[in-house]
Nanobody, 125 residues
Framework: VQLQASGGGLVQAGGSLRLSCAAS????????MGWFRQAPGKEREFVAA????????WTSDSVKGRFTISKDSAKNTVYLQMNSLKPEDTSVYFC???????????????????WGQGTQVTVSS
């Protein structure tokens, strides 16, 4: 599946952004849609994920309570609502999809089959 990420930009600390990830075809119910991010000089890290069926959502501790993952089934699109943004949230954000991911592997980058292009999020202090 092809993934198209959008919605990044420049925002002040405390502000909000919503990222979108549109899939080229309807994900299966078992598909896990995830968001990862990578800051300059750092490894890519897990941010949030959800199973397309709605049976599970996962969020990293670093963004819990501030970021929310959701979907619009009619648009084959998953969103990442980011509130109370901090300068340390500055990264390139990537969306990803995997159809054979078990719950214990949703935070593992290598578990995902398809990746979208990144979208830059910059939070100024």
């Amino acid at each position: 599946v092809q993934l198209q990420a959008s919605g990044g930009g420049l925002v002040q600390a405390g502000g909000s952004l919503r990222l979108s990830c549109a899939a080229s075809e309807r994900p299966t119910s078992r598909t896990v849609m995830g968001w990862f991010r990578q800051a300059p000089g750092k490894e890519r890290e897990f941010v949030a994920a959800m199973r397309w069926s709605g049976s599970g959502t996962w969020t990293s501790d670093s963004v819990k309570g501030r970021f929310t993952i959701s979907k619009d089934s009619a648009k084959n699109t998953v969103y990442l609502q980011m509130n109370s943004l901090k300068p340390e949230d500055t990264s390139v954000y990537f969306c990803a999809a995997g159809s054979r991911i078990i719950n214990t592997s949703v935070r593992v980058e290598a578990a995902y089959d398809d990746w979208g292009q990144g979208t830059q999020v910059t939070v100024s202090s």
